[in-house]
Nanobody, 122 residues
């Protein structure tokens, strides 16, 4: 399985931007369907976005459509989540995850990073 490490989280004011990165180890990174999830205190982990191995097919939660953009660089074994127009309700721990097939269900993802905190102040 692939190992994942997220980075790029932090504190930002509402309306600001952050870019999260997910670095993967493993030669088979390019074959995985990659996703981002988030979990706020007291809430369940929720799907944010995911994309195919080629990057040509993306899927976004309605809550982030038009604001977040997901991309991947298979040569660098890295996935990026560009987050613009951030809102206080985007505050959560963000997790990168890998799946063997297209899905948005957390239980289908076989590898997870440790998470990175994103805090959006009002």
């Amino acid at each position: 399985q692939v190992q994942l490490v997220e980075s790029g989280g932090g504190l930002v004011q509402a309306g600001g931007s952050l870019r999260l990165s997910c670095a993967a180890s493993g030669r088979t990174f390019s074959s995985y369907y990659m996703g981002w999830f988030r979990q706020a205190p007291g809430k369940e982990r929720e799907f944010v976005a995911a994309l195919s191995w080629s990057g040509g097919s993306t899927n976004y939660a309605d809550s982030v459509k038009g604001r977040f953009t997901l991309s991947r660089d298979n040569a660098k074994n890295t996935v990026y989540l560009q987050m613009n127009s951030l809102k206080p309700e985007d505050t959560a721990v963000y997790y990168c995850a890998a799946s063997k097939y297209p899905t948005s269900r957390p239980s289908d993802f076989v590898s997870w990073g440790q998470g990175t905190q994103v805090t959006v102040s009002s």
